[in-house]
T-cell receptor, first 113, second 112 residues
């Protein structure tokens, strides 16, 4: 059974710092991995999608990497800003016969001005 | 496209009443998912459809919950009768194949 873990659960950093959020999954047989952002009281906003054949994806100040063999993905945020404060969730689609997303528990990020 | 549209945004109902949540997926998407989010349990998948057919409903908590997708542009999640422990935010999401999933803004359900 696929399990997704995100560490740390919460993170507080000063503005301008580069930071890394971690996502681990137990079954390396995945179709893809997607990173989301959720603001309080809002829905999930897609940030980056990495297909299983890819190693990384970039969008602006965000860079996500995928290492299937070790069951890990990282989301790198460069030059963090207060507007980046949100909960970040990763989700994987397992290649084990179903196409449903398995979500991690999220990392709650606060960037201090 | 306006994205995934859910209605209502907020619903307050009394225990025992029937509640119906609605979702319009992005046009052309062939997968539709219903999730429930609470502080205690995070995001839980309730049920998902592929080409309007329910594929996995193992996350539906009880027989009080039911979901339908009568066509490619509409789905409902019904709770009958509702209970206070059903209070949560319910999200609908849609996706085309293994591509990016998009979420609606959610319905915040409060059962008193």
């Amino acid at each position: 059974k696929q399990e997704v873990t995100q560490i740390p659960a919460a993170l507080s950093v000063p503005e301008g710092e580069n930071l890394v959020l971690n996502c681990s999954f137990t079954d390396s047989a995945i179709y893809n991995l997607q990173w989301f952002r959720q603001d309080p009281g809002k829905g999930l906003t897609s940030l980056l999608l990495i297909q299983s054949s890819q190693r990384e994806q970039t969008s602006g100040r965000l860079n996500a990497s995928l290492d299937k063999s070790s069951g890990r993905s990282t989301l790198y945020i460069a030059a963090s800003q207060p507007g980046d404060s949100a909960t970040y969730l990763c989700a994987v689609i397992s290649a084990s016969g179903t196409y449903k997303y398995i979500f991690g528990t999220g990392t709650r990020l606060k960037v201090l001005a | 496209d306006a994205g995934v549209i859910q209605s209502p945004r907020h619903e307050v109902t009394e225990m025992g009443q029937e509640v119906t949540l609605r979702c319009k997926p992005i046009s052309g998407h062939d997968y539709l998912f219903w999730y429930r989010q609470t502080m205690m349990r995070g995001l839980e998948l309730l049920i998902y459809f592929n080409n309007n057919v329910p594929i996995d409903d193992s996350g539906m908590p009880e027989d009080r919950f039911s979901a339908k997708m009568p066509n490619a542009s509409f789905s409902t999640l019904k709770i009958q009768p509702s209970e206070p422990r059903d209070s949560a935010v319910y999200f609908c999401a849609s996706r085309l194949g293994n591509t990016e999933a998009f979420f609606g803004q959610g319905t915040r359900l409060t059962v008193v």
